[in-house]
């Protein structure tokens, strides 16, 4: 991503707020005095995922359906030869029933089918005609979010600017943020889950009074609410139009934990951008409770409140590092600190080819580990290449096309690996 965009759009952030379909007031918090709870620092290499796969001994061919060729170019050429183009992405935001731009909105870009993870995303905040830029995306598809409601698909194509629309279309809820006793809890942050999703995205925050309105309210959606000092509120289901009349009263949990750190490189730099995300465990409701997720900021850095006091697990995304995930408890009513080194990835790149050696293009691959937020999923061109970022060195499994192969990483800049599919999987 072009470095000046990059810190314009994070300036801009940093100035707004975190904003979703939602207009609210905002007071300026009082200074908060948390406890401090210093958590052992994660050293690098010391993720907890532990792939079961063992690479096939190469000497059985009938033990791996894949072709591995390092001699055709060494890992490094191969890599410069093969670069994944880039392109950007400009979106307009409207409001359905007045046609007019919303400025101030924070939008949210899942990358769907590039060698980054399927949970990464990007953020940008739309500007005062209602557009927001991605630059630096992968060429593929992408799912747009914007707010409690909005959202929409789009593609990117490389080394140009792809353009599209969201329209939000539900409609106005107000509501209001409590304690256990009732009191209102003035700048509560509201956050949304989609249908079906257990990813929740925050999309503003109460005033100082404790109210907030939701704009693009939906039927189908659920919202919650964090603050400082206090466990979530339970999750509620949001009814259709006629519900809209109703005040939504969200009451929020005692004693709620701050989790927050910093996610640096093996060279000791800050890395912005990395996504972060708090898995508590348990149930709430008969459910897995949401999974409250973060960008870092220039310096590195995260904070989220609220958070369950529970153990917790950590995951953290990057494009070009290894996945990173360890499970720690999060203390209740004190701040709990997390310092993550993230180890650079392997670019893997290669051509899928069918049983008779022909490119097999439009192929899923995917590379997880043991838990799927943190997959790599990417689809095979029309010649059959792909690329993977991030890949950890060491054996993995990959499934293509529903098939899993066996793989080998090895510890380097970039490897080359051309997998041969059987007939029947090349379809």
């Not at 991605?134 to 598809?141: K, V």
């Not at 060279?267 to 897995?288: C, I, K, Q």
């Not at 997880?368 to 999923?377: I, K, S």
Request: proline share 8%; glycine share 10%.
């Amino acid at each position: 991503m072009n470095a000046s965009r990059l810190l314009a759009a994070l300036g801009v952030l940093l100035g707004v707020g975190v904003g979703g379909a939602l207009l609210w007031r905002r007071s300026t918090p009082a200074p908060v005095d948390e406890g401090v709870a210093t958590l052992p620092t994660a050293q690098p290499g010391a993720s907890e995922e532990a792939p079961d796969a063992q690479p096939a001994p190469t000497a059985q061919p009938a033990a791996s359906a894949t072709e591995r060729r390092t001699a055709e170019l060494p890992p490094a050429e191969r890599a410069e030869q093969l670069p994944e183009e880039r392109g950007a992405l400009e979106v307009e935001l409207f409001l359905e029933s007045t046609s007019r731009p919303l400025p101030a909105v924070l939008m949210r870009v899942y990358l769907q089918d590039s060698s980054a993870p399927h949970a990464y995303w990007r953020e940008a905040v739309s500007d005062g005609a209602g557009r927001a830029r991605f630059d630096d995306l992968p060429p593929g598809r992408v799912l747009i979010r914007s707010g409690i409601s909005g959202s929409a698909e789009a593609s990117v194509s490389a080394g140009t600017t792809s353009r599209a629309q969201l329209v939000l279309n539900g409609y106005l809820m107000s509501g209001i943020t409590l304690d256990v006793t009732g009191t209102t809890v003035a700048n509560a942050e509201l956050w949304a889950l989609h249908a079906g999703s257990r990813d929740a995205h925050k999309v503003g925050e109460s005033d100082a009074s404790g109210r907030f309105y939701l704009l693009g309210a939906q039927q189908g959606e659920r919202v919650f609410a964090r603050a400082v000092h206090h466990s979530p509120s339970v999750p509620i289901w949001l009814g259709g139009p006629e519900t809209a009349r109703v005040e939504l009263r969200l009451s929020l949990g005692n004693a709620g934990a701050t989790v927050e750190g910093q996610i640096l490189d093996e060279s000791e730099r800050p890395l912005a951008n990395a996504a972060v995300a708090l898995e508590p465990s348990g149930l709430v409701g008969g459910e897995p409770p949401p999974r409250a997720s973060a960008l870092t900021d220039r310096e590195g850095r995260f904070r989220i409140v609220g958070c369950e006091p529970t153990l917790t697990r950590l995951l953290v995304l990057h494009e070009d590092f290894a996945a990173h995930e360890q499970s720690f408890p999060a203390l209740p009513g004190q701040r709990n600190e997390l310092l993550v080194r993230l180890k650079r990835g392997v670019l893997v790149a290669g051509t899928v080819r069918d049983s008779q050696g022909n490119p097999v293009g439009g192929a899923s691959l995917s590379l997880g580990g043991t838990n799927a937020w943190l997959a790599r999923q990417t689809t095979s061109r029309g010649d059959g290449t792909f690329v993977l970022h991030g890949v950890p060195p060491g054996p993995a499994r990959v499934t293509i096309n529903g098939a899993t192969l066996q793989l080998d990483v090895p510890s380097e800049r970039s490897f080359t690996w051309n997998p041969r599919l059987a007939s029947e999987t090349s379809r």
